[in-house]
C-alpha cells in the first residue's frame, strides 16, 4: 500500500456489516492509513459495526439520528472534541419503506416519499454542512448512488428519485463548498449483494443481467468502491468535485443487452 490517506482522519456514516459498501470504503482507506470514526444508529448495528471498527484500530463509535438535531450535534461535538478537526466524511446512508419499492411508482405515499428524501438525500446536506465546520483547511466529502436516479429500475421506485435528488445536491454543494477547498463527489456502483441492495425486489435477478451485460462482463466489488473512494478523498483527488463516478462495469453506457442477451 502506498499510504494515500496517511495523516487524514474521517466519518464514515452507514457501515451495516462486513459486505456494506461503506465498510468496503472502510477497510479501503484504513489500509492506506486513514484514521477512521463509525456512526451507527441503535444498539443492534453498534454490536455489528464495534468489531468491525476494532478490525482497522478504531474505537471510535458514535451513536447518531441524521433525523435528529440533537444527535446530530451530539456526533459533530464528539468529533470536535476527540479530533478537532476531520479531512473526509463518508456518507452511506438510505432508506425506504422496502413495502412501497414494488408496484407502481405512482403509487407512492406522502409519506414515504418525505421520510426516503429526507433520510437518503437532505441527510447528506445536514452533515456536509456540519463536516465543513471540521474541515478548515479543506476536505472530501463523499455519497453513494445507483444507476436508478437517471434510468427507470425496476423495483427501486421512489429510491431513484431520492438518489436523483442526492445527485443534484452533491453538485449544489460542490459548488458552495468549493472556495473553502472541499470536495464533494458521489460514487454510483452497480448493484452489489449488500444488506440494503437485498431489500430491493428482483436483486438476484438484477445482479445476473448486469454481470452478463457490463461490458467488462462484471459486477461492482467492495474493493473497487473502496479504492474508488481512497482516489477522490486523497490527493490525487484534489482537482475532482462535482462528479457522480460510476464503478459498475460499465453498464451504464449501454443502450441495450449484449447481442447474444437479446
Known amino acids: 500500500m502506498a499510504d494515500l490517506m496517511k495523516g487524514k482522519r474521517g466519518l464514515v456514516m452507514g457501515v451495516a456489516n462486513e459486505r456494506s459498501i461503506a465498510w468496503g470504503i472502510a477497510s479501503a482507506m484504513a489500509a492506506e492509513g486513514a484514521d477512521l470514526a463509525f456512526s451507527y444508529q441503535g444498539e443492534a448495528f453498534g454490536k455489528r459495526v464495534e468489531p468491525l471498527a476494532a478490525s482497522v484500530g478504531s474505537d471510535f463509535l458514535v451513536d447518531v439520528d441524521v433525523m435528529n438535531e440533537a444527535s446530530m450535534d451530539a456526533c459533530f461535538a464528539t468529533l470536535r472534541d476527540r479530533w478537532g478537526t476531520i479531512d473526509f466524511l463518508v456518507h452511506a446512508i438510505a432508506f425506504s419503506d422496502k413495502t412501497e419499492l414494488t408496484g407502481r411508482f405512482i403509487n407512492t405515499s406522502l409519506a414515504n416519499f418525505s421520510n426516503s428524501l429526507a433520510i437518503s438525500c437532505y441527510s447528506f446536506i445536514d452533515v456536509s454542512r456540519r463536516a465543513a465546520e471540521l474541515m478548515p483547511t479543506g476536505g472530501t466529502l463523499l455519497t453513494l448512488t445507483f444507476q436508478g436516479s437517471n434510468r427507470v429500475t425496476p423495483n427501486y421506485n421512489v429510491m431513484g428519485v431520492a438518489k436523483a435528488a442526492l445527485e443534484s445536491a452533491t453538485r449544489y454543494l460542490a459548488n458552495d463548498l468549493g472556495p473553502q477547498g472541499i470536495r464533494v463527489n458521489a460514487i454510483s456502483p452497480g448493484p452489489m449483494k449488500t444488506l440494503a441492495g437485498a431489500a430491493i425486489g428482483g436483486a438476484r435477478a438484477t445482479f445476473r443481467h448486469t454481470e452478463a451485460n457490463a461490458p467488462l462482463r462484471c459486477n461492482a466489488t467492495l474493493e ?33 443487452p449484449q447481442a447474444e442477451n437479446l
Open 224 to 256: 473497487a468502491v473502496g479504492g474508488t473512494a481512497v482516489w477522490l478523498a486523497s490527493d490525487y483527488g484534489a482537482m475532482t468535485t462535482g462528479e457522480v463516478v460510476r464503478v459498475d462495469g460499465g453498464y451504464h453506457v449501454l443502450g441495450m
